[in-house]
């Protein structure tokens, strides 16, 4: 009788071992790659998340670089060459402010209180007419400009120039060339004209200004040469 007893208590040990082997559940495959398995962290915080594209190694995007033109207005040859500089040193594009009427030597005689520069720098409403205009004014960031000081102040033209756009939230910053006179504020009726720019520090620089006196100027108005 007993050993009936033992046999049958084996035999529904079996039966019940059996019973939960067949009713164990699979486990989730930590070893699948598939591309549509979430790989984000699911203890990630939002910040944490943000702040990712931080960490070295992980794709940035660059900021956009400055599109830089070098606008100038030279008769004798000096402030083009300048301006030449300025545009390589930056990568810029380059624009000459040509007159509609060219400038002869008689015009530009100093001591001729009837030669066309005279009467212009002493009329601050002149205007004189430009050959040309700029293709796509509002591409540019940065717009420098150049002139030969005429009378202390940059010649009537450049007014032309600066009334002729917009240059609301552009910078501009001016240069000029001179054998003796200073920078001063040979920008003045310029800066007037363009209130809604930011203007940086002008400067004047000689006929042989080296790429050195250049780079100087730029870097002290946190402009980068290239």
């Not at 930056?90 to 005279?118: C, F, H, M, Q, V």
């Not at 009378?151 to 009537?156: F, K, L, N, S, Y």
Request: hydrophobic letters at 40%.
């Amino acid at each position: 009788m007993k050993k009936s007893v033992a046999i049958f208590l084996a035999l529904v040990m079996v039966f019940a071992l059996a019973a939960c082997a067949g009713n164990t559940e699979p486990t989730e495959n930590s070893g699948n790659t598939g591309s549509s398995q979430n790989t984000e962290d699911p203890f990630m915080t939002p910040s944490e998340a943000e702040n990712e594209s931080d960490v070295p190694g992980k794709a940035q995007s660059e900021p956009a670089e400055s599109k830089i033109l070098v606008a100038y207005f030279s008769v004798t040859g000096n402030t083009e060459g300048v301006a030449q500089k300025l545009a390589n040193g930056l990568g810029a594009d380059l624009y000459e402010i040509t007159p509609s009427e060219p400038y002869i030597d008689a015009d530009l005689d100093y001591g001729n209180s009837k030669s066309r520069s005279s009467v212009e720098m002493n009329n601050p409403e002149a205007r004189p007419a430009i050959s040309g205009t700029v293709a796509n004014m509002a591409q540019y960031d940065v717009v420098l400009l150049g002139y030969p000081i005429w009378w202390g102040e940059a010649p009537r033209i450049m007014s032309t120039f600066i009334e002729s756009y917009d240059f609301s939230g552009k910078t501009l910053a001016a240069f000029c060339t001179s054998a003796s006179s200073g920078f001063g504020s040979s920008d003045k009726a310029l800066r007037s004209a363009a209130t809604g720019a930011k203007w940086l520090t002008g400067h004047r620089f000689s006929a042989g200004a080296s790429a050195d006196d250049i780079a100087a100027w730029l870097k002290s108005n946190q402009i980068s040469v290239r």
